[in-house]
């Protein structure tokens, strides 16, 4: 069991829920019979445990379940994303999964290519990653001067000139922004004119076969993102949910708040 905040949420919820239905059962009614006709008060930890349970439950659920806010920590996913973005997650648009144990009970819908997904790093579990899905299961992905192909077909990509970047994406500016269609999702990506092409672990002769239930993603900072590329796919169980709004971004001028993005969609 990885002790992250979800577990941590966890524990809390049973405790807390333990302690006040056992002295709901067992205690209060002993308290009750003894103090008689007397005002009866309850100790210090039954009476945070009953007013913090329905709040931790609350909040369990809703991010088990429902939604979870999650922060971006780098400009991998430039220009979509920046680092600095406060991003929600629609938890059930792959499954209802059970927290902690992140089994799925119910089978809902998978991810499409174009979706922006959070998942659970294959080669460090306890990380979250967020990328763009490329390649869905049996598709075989190759990528040729910094080009993607899916099943022999490469994508379609329009030059959108010198991509000028602001607040923590400054770093960037005069790289290439591109417009890359993908499925039915259109995005920008960035291209870093001169950079090297690195040696793709997991791009045999340039290309890889996506296997059964595992997904190939990418980050649309295309030189500087950690995705499938050097540690393959990711395996269905590991994901946590589609990225699909932008809630707060602390990416403006001097670390002051980015109010232009706020509630921006994540297409």
């Not at 308290?31 to 007397?38: F, L, S």
């Not at 050097?230 to 395996?235: I, Q, R």
């Amino acid at each position: 069991m990885q002790f992250d905040f979800p577990t941590i949420l966890f524990l809390a919820a049973v405790v807390t829920g333990v302690v006040w239905a056992i002295d709901a059962l067992v205690f209060a009614p002993r308290r009750r019979r003894a103090a008689g006709e007397k005002p009866v008060k309850e100790p210090v930890l039954v009476e945070y445990a009953r007013a913090f349970f329905p709040i931790i439950l609350v909040v369990l659920l809703l991010r088990a379940f429902l939604v979870e806010p999650f922060r971006i920590p780098s400009g991998s996913m430039m220009p979509t994303l920046v680092a600095g973005d406060f991003i929600l997650v629609n938890k059930f648009a792959y499954g209802i999964r059970l927290p902690v144990i992140n089994k799925k009970i119910i089978s809902i819908g998978s991810p499409k290519r174009g979706d922006v997904v959070v998942f659970r790093y294959p080669r460090d579990p306890s990380t979250d990653y967020i990328k763009r899905v490329v390649g869905l299961p049996g598709d075989h992905i190759e990528y040729h001067d910094k080009k993607v192909y899916i099943n022999g077909t490469p994508l379609k990509y329009k030059d959108d000139g010198v991509y000028i970047g602001k607040g923590s994406s400054v770093s960037m500016s005069g790289t290439r922004e591109l417009t890359e269609t993908l499925g039915q999702v259109q995005h920008h990506i960035l291209l870093e004119p001169g950079a090297g092409a690195p040696y793709y672990t997991c791009l045999s002769n340039g290309s890889f076969t996506v296997p059964k239930g595992h997904y190939f993603v990418m980050g649309d900072n295309r030189d500087h993102s950690n995705d499938s590329r050097f540690w393959c796919s990711v395996p269905d169980e590991n994901l946590v949910g589609r990225a699909f709004m932008i809630w707060m971004s602390w990416d403006g001028p001097d670390g002051k708040i980015a109010w232009s993005r706020i509630g921006d969609s994540i297409k």
